[in-house]
């Protein structure tokens, strides 16, 4: 039997090539190649491994007509056209366990950083300024927080808040997902009583622009919002709106809607920055990342070992 070759598109812990060898498969990488020169030699492979590099699409599954497993290092899927991979029945892998602690942890540091104005703080003693009073912070104990997404990344995030003894109430689009550390409620409760709301949804048809102007303004009470999940969830622009009108008390935002348009390309020479990004990043009432929430050394292994147990059960079965 000929020895079943999987390839690498984009580049991973080292121990995600060992471990599937280790399984028997032959394991090559082509890290550069545009996408049609993929297509000419994709039928070779049993499976692939990839990041985001590009959209696997019909024309792609079609021409990989032996594949048989595609892995996503990550805890989404969006880059894969789902239904017709299931059709062709290519057994799609994703790692959301991999990186959940990290997330949960990511989101924790930045609400904390953002209620008691580290970064205000940090800057304005760099620069000879010290200012006790207008950096009086916020305390997170007791805190409504409202979860909307929650499967690994939300759940991670609700059980660091126990400590906190802050009220956690998510919404999911299935039920009875609610356990220990989060009540689950409707839409209607989330938007009565949440004093912070964090996003942990993949990018779907119903969660595309999902935070707009008229979602915004549906919740009670001001509130702070934590996005580590897509930046495609949220509409600038509105967000913008409400910061500006008090109704969002702060951002923390892992994710933002320009990182599809090339981000770099924003701060070349001859560009001007987009009107709301610049608000953005003059506010000290918003706190940035550039989509690291998930990206610690420790999950960059977790990530990949649970890639490797998974093919591993699906050789198995």
């Known amino acids: 039997m000929p020895t079943k070759k999987v390839l690498f598109l984009d580049t991973n812990h080292p121990h995600l090539k060992l471990?599937?060898?280790?399984?028997g498969y032959q394991c090559d990488e082509d890290y550069h190649s545009d996408k049609k020169s993929i297509q000419d030699i994709i039928?070779?492979?049993?499976?692939?491994?990839?990041?985001?590099?590009?959209?696997?699409d019909r024309e792609f599954l079609d021409t990989g007509q032996n594949l048989e497993f595609i892995a996503r290092v990550g805890?989404?899927?969006?880059?894969?056209?789902?239904?017709?991979?299931?059709?062709?029945?290519?057994?799609?892998?994703?790692?959301?366990?991999?990186?959940?602690?990290?997330?949960?942890?990511?989101?924790?540091?930045?609400?904390l950083s953002l209620f008691n104005k580290i970064k205000v703080a940090d800057e304005e003693i760099r620069h000879g300024l010290w200012r006790r009073e207008e950096n009086r912070g916020v305390e997170l104990e007791g805190k409504t927080v409202g979860i909307i997404g929650y499967g690994h990344m939300g759940k991670s995030f609700a059980k660091k808040l126990k400590g906190f003894d802050c009220n956690v109430i998510c919404f999911d689009i299935?039920?009875?997902?609610?356990?220990?550390?989060?009540?689950?409620?409707?839409?209607?409760?989330?938007?009565?009583?949440?004093?912070?709301l964090s996003l942990?949804?993949?990018?779907?048809?119903?969660?595309?622009?999902?935070?707009?102007?008229?979602?915004?303004?549906?919740?009670?009470?001001?509130?702070?919002?934590?996005?580590?999940?897509?930046?495609s969830a949220i509409v600038t622009s509105d967000?913008?709106?409400?910061?500006?009108?008090?109704?969002?008390?702060?951002?923390?935002?892992?994710?933002?809607e320009y990182e599809k348009s090339s981000f770099e390309h924003f701060f070349s020479a001859g560009q001007q920055l987009p009107q709301d990004f610049q608000y953005l990043i003059n506010s000290d009432r918003v706190l940035l990342s550039p989509h690291v929430?998930?990206?610690?050394?420790?999950?960059?292994?977790?990530?990949?070992?649970?890639?490797?147990?998974?093919?591993?059960?699906?050789k198995n079965n």
């Not at 471990?19 to 399984?23: C, D, N, P, Q």
């Not at 967000?239 to 933002?256: E, F, I, P, T, W």
């Open 43 to 56: 039928h070779q492979y049993t499976g692939i491994v990839i990041r985001s590099r590009f959209k696997i």
């Open 174 to 196: 299935k039920p009875d997902v609610g356990d220990e550390n989060a009540r689950q409620v409707d839409l209607e409760e989330l938007f009565r009583s949440t004093q912070v």
């Open 239 to 256: 967000l913008v709106k409400a910061l500006k009108s008090g109704q969002v008390l702060g951002a923390c935002l892992d994710v933002l």
């Open 293 to 314: 929430a998930g990206w610690t050394i420790e999950s960059k292994f977790k990530l990949a070992d649970t890639i490797v147990k998974k093919v591993a059960q699906l």
């Open 200 to 231: 942990h949804t993949p990018h779907t048809v119903l969660t595309n622009r999902m935070v707009d102007y008229k979602f915004i303004n549906s919740f009670k009470q001001p509130f702070y919002c934590i996005n580590t999940a897509r930046g």
């Open 75 to 111: 805890a989404g899927l969006e880059s894969v056209d789902i239904a017709y991979a299931e059709e062709r029945n290519v057994i799609l892998i994703a790692a959301p366990e991999g990186n959940r602690n990290a997330v949960g942890e990511h989101a924790l540091g930045m609400i």
């Open 19 to 23: 471990g599937l060898e280790a399984l």
